[in-house]
């Protein structure tokens, strides 16, 4: 594979690891592992803006891309650092960032609202998923997703090594993971992912940051994925009550 293919992202030794630029993004592949093909239905509708504006930031953690500063006691902000990422899901969160430190919770409000749309049509562009378009009745329009691809399969199964048989994550698996469970969407999984209590308390180690040996190259996206947890927690909590 030629460097031009290549983008550096954290290895657990700190030392940059090759990554191919074919590679899904983190967002996209929450937002693949979210897709249920039972139902063609996405789960957490309801709250997925902050579940992929967490991913999208999350990924520009990985790669190095932000920084987390300490604006007081309790409260923590974060900023682009590095060289703006050429794709163009990413690009608009760094370009956000770069501006001044933000917290959580106003990035995601500000990126996540335009990510579905994008970050569907590239799953289905990149034939992850299908998309199958027809009229209900001979005039009403319809649409429905499944999948096209083995790579939910494969992201599931990563996961539920981590959290069902106890094997250790490596940082991108750890995020995923992290994410889904901050999402409140992690019983959608069972019973590929058994909901027990010990998953749960796993997903929760990974919410807080014990990602064991990924954790050396991956500090800023543990701190990160701290936040958003919160952030994440907070906002759909806030939306449930409001629902009420």
Do not use: C
Request: no cysteine.
């Amino acid at each position: 594979m030629s460097d031009e293919n290549q983008v550096p992202v954290d290895r657990a030794d700190g030392a940059p690891l090759e990554r191919s630029i074919d590679e899904p993004l983190l967002v996209e592949d929450v937002l693949l592992l979210l897709f249920q093909p039972s139902s063609g239905a996405i789960a957490g509708e309801n709250f997925l803006f902050y579940v992929l504006g967490g991913a999208v930031v999350a990924d520009l953690a990985l790669r190095d891309l932000t920084e987390v500063q300490e604006a007081g006691r309790l409260v923590r902000r974060i900023t682009a650092r590095g060289d703006a990422p050429h794709e163009d899901i990413l690009r608009p969160a760094w370009d956000y960032l770069a501006t001044k430190p933000r917290g959580i919770r106003t990035v995601i409000a500000a990126i996540g609202p335009e990510l579905r749309g994008k970050v569907l049509d590239k799953l289905i562009d990149d034939g992850h998923l299908r998309r199958t378009r027809k009229k209900v009745l001979g005039f009403i329009p319809s649409e429905s997703l499944e999948l096209g691809s083995a790579r939910r399969a494969e992201l599931l199964a990563r996961v539920r090594a981590t959290l069902v048989d106890g094997n250790e994550p490596d940082a991108r698996t750890a995020a995923i993971t992290a994410l889904l469970s901050a999402s409140a969407n992690l019983h959608q999984f069972d019973p590929e992912i058994p909901w027990t209590s010990s998953v749960i308390h796993r997903a929760k180690e990974l919410e807080n940051g014990d990602w064991g040996a990924a954790a050396v190259g991956a500090a800023v996206t543990r701190a990160t994925i701290a936040v958003l947890s919160g952030a994440l927690s907070a906002s759909t909590a806030a939306n449930a009550a409001g629902r009420g």
